[in-house]
């Protein structure tokens, strides 16, 4: 049989037997992710992980751009390496190291998926997963004694997995002030290195020796939660910080215009400063009153006096629906005296748009006193940006008592069974106060707020919160009202705190939640 078998292999032909055992076939789906990325290692990741997005837009726009981006990189690896080398190169007692050859090749990187997290803490976190199969030539000359000698490195592959976050976010353009770059794992690296022409990375044991110190290195100085820092600009300087305060003394109204039918009015004063993100400050209500005295004072935080205005808006307290404006007026920063009161009287206008017709009825006065107190240095207070700073009350307000604000934000995932038109009603102490209604919105937002005067701390009291629809179709409707839940706030931690801002889940409501905040402001 060897002879034959001899013969027969000669001219390609054989015997032989098939021993083994029959494969398990089974369906992708029945597979686990491990087992998948064992079968299919260059999956995208995107493919295998679900909250990775997928960026092809990202690759193709780099591959468009990498012959521009090539160099531009080069050349700014050769301007930052530049004062580097002259720094070092005397400690080596070498004379020179130069760049000989610089290019990262042809072949950009690719971004295999993006991941990315929005924060509440004014920042945004991107993971990537990059790789890089490149064809790089970077040639470095030392010269030294009369020598010269080059190192080479080529054929490079890197897969890495930084994290970058983009913080913190300004109002000026590119809209982030620091780069912070992270290596969620440690880095692969593979490439070749000549020395004179040899290949160094052929010795044996230096290979492996290499690939492990670039990880241990790389690792050392930027696995997360080990941060590079890259700062875009000065952040103190693209948020403007504050320079000063403006302190607003609101003193009274004059011959107000009547807004109601019974020919009076309930007026409060909203005051705002422009270019500013901070909601606006408000007098308490004065109801029935066409020539309120209010006598609060408010002080606002300026950043820029010379484009900043105070706006001054007058208006009509409602129970029900849209507060009516009365009338109008700013107050341009610039033309302020610093460390100067002013007393102004206002005359109240409908709009400040310059061709808005004038009118002869009047629509009232406003008397305020204000004083621009520019701080001096290294004199800044430290809360003036603080969220929960809360305001005191004002003057008149019960010395054993205080004001407690309840501000109804937004609220979302409401569903209603007939129909959708939320509006928050609130219940306090047997007085009850609305907000206005908006139309067919599963995820309203109101920003109202209501204010009640109280002789002692609300500390053993209950604040009764009410989501209702209701419809103005007339008709065979049989469900003009129907409640899309309610929640019960005790009012005890208000009164610790100062201040809550709070999410609540709406009793009566599949998912339905709402954002509630309260404040309780004392004289002292």
Known sequence: MGIISTILGAFGFGF?????????????????????????????????????????WLNKLIGHMWPYMNKAICNMAKSIAKPIIAEQIPNYKIDSVEFEMLTLGSLPPTFQGMKVYATDDK????????????????????????????????????????????????????????????????PQV??????????????????RFVQELIKDQAANMYLWPKTLNVQIMDPSKAMKKPVGLLN????KAIKLKKKDLLGGSDPYVKLTLSGDKVPGKKTVV????LNPEWNEEFDLVVKDPESQELQLIVYDWEQVGKHDKIGMNVILLKDLTPEEPKLMTLELLKSMEPNEPVSEKSRGQLVVEVE??????????????????????????????GLLVVIVHEAEDLEGKYHTNPSVRLMFKGEERKTKRVKKNREPRWDED???????????????????????????????????GYVVINLGDVVSNRRINDKYHLIDSKNGRIQIELQWRTSS
Not at 126 to 153: C, D, H, Y
Not at 286 to 289: M, P, R, T, V
Not at 455 to 476: A, C, F, M
């Open 450 to 484: 209501f204010q009640f005067l109280l002789d002692e701390p609300p500390i053993n009291d209950k604040l009764h919160v009410e989501v209702i629809s209701t419809t103005s179709r007339i008709g065979l409707n049989m469900h003009p009202k129907e409640t899309l």
């Open 190 to 207: 593979d490439f070749g290195l000549k020395l004179l022409g040899a290949d160094v990375m052929a010795i044996p044991g230096l290979y």
């Open 372 to 401: 621009y107190k520019p701080f001096k240095e290294d004199d800044i207070p430290d809360n003036l940006d603080d969220p929960n700073a809360v305001e005191k009350a004002p003057e008149g307000t019960p010395s054993g008592g």
């Open 16 to 56: 032989g037997t098939t021993v083994g055992i029959d494969p398990e076939i089974k369906p992708l789906v029945e597979l686990d992710s491990e087992t998948i990325a064992k079968m299919f290692p260059e999956i995208p990741l995107w493919v295998k992980n679900p909250d990775f997005d997928r960026i092809d």
């Open 123 to 186: 920042e945004i976190i991107m993971e990537l997963s990059v790789k890089w199969a490149g064809n790089p030539n970077i040639l470095v000359a030392a010269k030294a004694f009369g020598f010269k000698a080059t190192v080479q490195v080529v054929d490079l592959q890197v897969f890495a997995s930084p994290r970058i976050t983009l913080k913190p976010l300004v109002p000026s353009f590119p809209c982030f002030a620091n780069i912070f770059v992270s290596l969620m794992d440690k």
């Open 286 to 289: 004065k109801h029935s009153n």
């Open 248 to 251: 607003v003394k609101v003193i």
